[in-house]
């Protein structure tokens, strides 16, 4: 698991965007623990879609050095 390796070389979060009119990949990354932190307003230049900036934490067990 990604998150996994990265959390064990001192990675303590991950940040993504998501276009708002994308709810299966909203709800995929909610099940994997993002929470949506904010709106990227018009950011996708194509059809000026917002974005769902989402954040997911790691757990102090992944986070080893």
Known sequence: ???N???ERGVSSFYLEVRSKNP???N??????FIP????KGYYSDTKDDA?????ELRDEEKRV
């Open 1 to 3: 698991y990604i998150f």
């Open 5 to 7: 390796h990265f959390g």
């Open 24 to 26: 299966p990949a909203l």
């Open 28 to 33: 995929l990354y909610k099940k994997m623990g």
């Open 37 to 40: 932190i904010g709106v990227r």
């Open 52 to 56: 769902i900036v989402m954040k997911l």
